[in-house]
């Protein structure tokens, strides 16, 4: 496409699910934690040696100390059109938002929790909040007009119509 087009799509629920039994993030602690154990796996183990790296953590688990972590997004191409689907439990589906750029689709999310507790003379106020955005680009051009995203149990599906010129074609040999 020669002209940039962006294009929101609205989500829509299937059966409404609460976010009870998730626990709340708390960034400067659970950030702190996160570089404790990070570092204690980086430096506090004995190497047998240096070109040894066996025991370095891998990325993906070097983020999880932190908390934080990125929704996994699958995209499944099929004949008439692309699915994509994103775990992000804990989300309202008012909190999400869904854009097509050409053919890159962004998803963002943000969460956010306060929880009071007074007994007596204890007093305890936490807030917290995360969000997150993730980038994908279709493996070809799709009807944005068409496009339907539905919010079910944590699971976000993102169903893209192809457009006629992306569509799979079998090719005869001859």
């Known amino acids: ?3 940039e087009t962006k294009q929101n799509i609205p989500v829509t629920s299937g059966k409404e699910s609460s976010a009870t ?3 709340a993030l708390h960034p400067i602690a659970d950030l702190e934690r996160g ?3 990070a570092f204690d796996r980086l430096f506090g183990r ?3 040696s240096l070109t040894s790296w066996a025991d370095f953590p891998v990325a993906d688990k070097f983020f999880e100390d932190f908390e934080v972590r990125l929704p996994s997004l699958d995209v499944v191409d099929r004949d008439n059109d692309i699915l994509v689907r994103a775990e992000i439990p804990g989300i309202d589906k008012k909190d999400i938002d869904i854009s097509l750029t050409d053919n890159l689709l962004t998803v963002k999310g943000q969460s956010s929790s306060e929880k009071k507790e007074e007994k007596g003379d204890y007093h305890r106020h936490e807030i917290s ?3 997150f955005a993730r980038a994908v680009t279709l493996p070809g051009a799709v009807d944005s007009t068409k496009a339907n995203a539905t919010l ?3 699971i976000l599906e993102i169903t893209l119509p192809k457009l006629e010129s ?3 074609r079998n090719i005869a040999v001859q």
């Open 166 to 168: 992306s569509k799979r």
């Open 129 to 131: 909040s995360s969000s």
């Open 1 to 3: 496409m020669n002209t």
């Open 152 to 154: 079910k149990d944590g």
């Open 21 to 23: 039994g998730l626990s």
């Open 46 to 48: 004995r190497r047998s």
């Open 35 to 37: 570089i404790e154990r």
